[in-house]
């Protein structure tokens, strides 16, 4: 089955399961396999047949990228789900010179670059949970530091 052939793939935590797609006869007939194999839903299984292929693209780079007023710049793998405030605390969290309402996310969508503006005291001092954004594979998490 599918959900055999993808727990024996060794290097499938670099794969972008939810543009993964089987062809049989050139034809699609399963796409997305996210919820198949992180959710553990088996009703997305289906069984493999001789001259079917299987298409699971690499993660261009799953890397996010958190800069500026941060005690430890870094590179942090991606994982599903992840949200600006995760990948700030793992980069150590905010120095004392950071400024919290000046946050942006630089990401690359369709070949153009678009810059997110987070302001991170909204969610920490009034449980604004719209500013703490998911991010994708390939961000940069900028926090820009501030004397005033």
Known sequence: TLLQILCSLSDIKNSDLKKAYLLRNNVKIKENFHSLFINGDISEDVPIESNDALFIPAYPDKSIYVMGGVSSPKAIEYRDGMSVIEAILEAGGFT?????????????????????????????????????????????????????
């Open 96 to 148: 004392k010179f950071a400024n919290q309402d000046d946050i942006t996310i630089i990401r690359k969508e369709n070949g153009k670059e678009i810059s997110i503006p987070i302001k991170a005291k909204k969610l920490i001092d009034k449980a604004d949970l719209s500013q703490n954004v998911k991010l994708k594979p390939g961000d940069f998490v900028v926090v820009i530091e501030s004397i005033f």
